[in-house]
């Protein structure tokens, strides 16, 4: 359970660090954290229900929430960027493709 409790830290901290969360105004800020604070239960719904086969290492459960993830984000892209000009058109594609990266798991050198 400890594995799943650190998945989901790591996956907090990675999300804060995507490029489209840049923060130009408070006003952005808050859009932003709220809508982390709306996709998170999807994704730990989600993980749930695959628990027994991310329990046996049959699924990552980092691919399967990136996965999750990209499917919501097209639509929040679309919500976040709606209009047709070339500004819009690029942060929509920025927003729907980016997904938390992995972090890289140090070994304990002995």
Not at 3 to 30: A, M, T
Not at 97 to 107: A, D, N, V, W
Request: hydrophobic share 30%; glycine share 2%; charged share 30%.
């Amino acid at each position: 359970m400890n594995k799943l409790n650190n998945f989901v830290d790591n996956w907090d901290e990675s999300v804060k660090k995507l490029p489209w969360q840049i923060h130009e105004s408070k006003r952005d800020k808050n859009i932003n954290e709220c809508l982390m604070r709306t996709i998170r239960p999807h994704i730990e719904n989600q993980i749930s229900s695959k628990l027994n086969q991310i329990i046996n290492g049959e699924i990552d459960p980092w691919e399967f929430a990136g996965n999750e993830y990209k499917k919501i984000m097209r639509s929040i892209a679309t919500s976040l960027a709606p209009g047709n000009i070339i500004e819009d058109v690029l942060r929509r594609s920025l927003i729907s493709t980016s997904t938390p990266q992995k972090p890289e798991i140090k070994e304990n050198k002995r």
